[in-house]
């Protein structure tokens, strides 16, 4: 008994130490619509995806050639959770232009795990995301959300969907412990596919990025600034008090 009590709290203790791998990882998922209803949707919502084309048909798919545009130069983006289901390694990174910058470790990664993330990154002019492919440590490939930049006819191996529905937001906050809402934050799922378009299901490398929307500046009103002007010359016209 005492062995099994043991055996409890020490799986315990592992779960909390590891929390975001214990609580977040989807149950056989494959395929990219499986991972996109298991951030997204409650367990038991009849909207969740029945396949990879309902996805690509819903109202979040982003069409290829629209699907680059991630902010301003100077935005913040950062990366919230990574997936990867794939016997390679993958890290993900970024472009700009020509300069490679990583982001998340291939390490850190993983694979068959949803993996918590807090990478945060400054939006460059030139910016893009790279998937680089990596066996035992060693780059194998390398390729980018612009299709221009990949190699092997420039195929476009990425693919995005832009989470608009706040109650997708919200089922996601109860998961992952966030709190977005449609008018703060804009909010992303990316996913790559390897290997020049092996068997195209672009569960190789998934992310959910997130980037803050700009604050709105609420104009004051012109009464509240002709009321503020009085006061503002009301207080200037007060005599002042002078010690004798």
């Known amino acids: 008994m005492k062995r099994i009590v043991s055996a409890i709290l020490l799986l315990t203790l592992v779960c909390v130490s590891q929390a975001a791998a214990c609580l977040t990882a989807p149950k056989q998922t494959s395929e990219l619509y499986q991972l996109f209803n298991s951030f997204f949707y409650a367990p038991q919502d ?144 990316i996913a790559f596919e390897s290997l020049n378009l092996g068997d195209a299901d672009f569960n190789d490398l998934v992310a959910v990025v997130s980037r803050p929307l700009a604050a709105v500046h609420t104009p004051v009103p012109g009464a509240a600034l002709l009321l503020f002007s009085g006061l503002a010359a009301a207080v200037g016209l007060r005599p002042s008090r002078r010690s004798k």
Do not use: C
């Open 46 to 189: 009849a909207s969740r995806m029945a396949g990879n084309i309902d996805l690509l048909n819903s109202e979040f798919f982003i069409p290829n050639g629209s699907d680059l545009a991630f902010g301003d130069a100077g935005d913040s983006l950062r990366v919230d959770l990574t997936y990867s289901k794939d016997i390679f390694g993958h890290e993900l990174g970024y472009l700009d232009g020509d300069r490679y910058s990583t982001l998340v470790t291939a390490d850190a990664i993983g694979k068959g795990r949803v993996q918590s993330q807090n990478a945060v990154l400054t939006l460059s002019g030139q910016f893009s995301f790279a998937d680089t492919i990596e066996m035992m440590g060693y780059p194998l490939q390398r390729w980018s959300s612009d299709p221009a930049q990949n190699p092997l006819g420039a195929r476009d191996h990425f693919l995005a969907f832009a989470i608009t529905d706040d109650e997708l937001l919200a089922a996601f906050n109860r998961q992952y412990l966030t709190d977005y809402s449609t008018s703060h934050y804009d909010v992303w799922m």
